[in-house]
């Protein structure tokens, strides 16, 4: 099949947040959405890019949340971090069933299920063409999975991290609740820091920045804009740089 765009990345790292697989139901996973990530994906594979993502496990489980009502923190984050092995394990099915090879690597030990996180290896899986989903965040609580995609994204040498969210881009306010908030084209990650946008906590935005790694935020629902981008497409959604 011919290609329409020579693509502007060869390696890629996409966020996808716990929550963004719910589809429309108020927990869980969504058949639907992952179908349709799955063959997104495999789009982007098929013109000749490496694919890693990191996943969260906010539609099953809140570490942060239950910790707030009393539970111990440490126990609370290592239940979130198996939350996100979970949502690794369907998405890989997902994929796999489009016909693309999948490794689950987990910075937890889990050897039943997936692998263990070894950078090495990671970067193997990529260049052979496979997907590789990183869960269990670092394997360390207190660090978010904003965090995890940051570091990993340093870690594999990724061209472009992406944030796949539920609105077009980065605003000036939350546009749900501020209809003339105005949507940023571009940002640096200072302007990001200084203004508070809570784009991705200052965790992963200072690594991000201090490592040159560029960040896009995109409308995960809008229809061949994961596609768009990754050929050059700088008008979807928001892109900061270091």
Do not use: W
């Amino acid at each position: 099949m011919p290609m329409t765009a020579k693509p502007a990345y060869q390696r890629i790292l996409l966020k996808l947040s716990g929550e963004a697989l719910m589809g429309s139901g108020e927990f869980g996973i969504s058949p639907e959405v992952m179908s349709g990530l799955a063959h997104e994906i495999k789009a982007v594979i098929d013109s000749g890019v490496q694919v890693a993502l990191v996943v969260g496990g906010g539609n099953i489980f809140r570490g942060e949340g239950l910790a707030r009502a009393g539970m111990d923190r440490v126990t609370g984050d290592h239940m979130g971090m198996l939350a996100t092995v979970i949502n690794a394990l369907a998405l890989q099915d997902a994929i796999e069933r489009v016909g693309l090879p999948v490794r689950v690597q987990s910075a937890l030990r889990i050897n039943q299920v997936c692998e263990d996180y070894i950078r090495r290896r990671a970067v193997r899986h990529l260049e052979k063409g496979r997907v590789v989903i990183f869960s269990a965040g670092t394997g360390n609580p207190f660090f978010t999975t904003d965090s995890a995609a940051a570091l990993r994204a340093v870690e594999i040498n990724a061209d472009l991290l992406l944030k796949a969210t539920k609105v077009d881009g980065i605003y000036t306010a939350d546009p749900k609740k501020h209809p003339d908030a105005v949507k940023y084209q571009e940002l640096t990650y200072d302007e990001a820091l200084s203004k508070r946008l809570g784009v991705m906590d200052q965790t992963a935005m200072v690594l991000c920045r201090d490592h040159g790694i560029k960040l896009c935020v995109y409308d995960m629902d809008r229809a061949g804009a994961l596609q768009a981008i990754i050929n050059g497409d700088d008008t979807i959604g928001t892109r900061v740089y270091a």
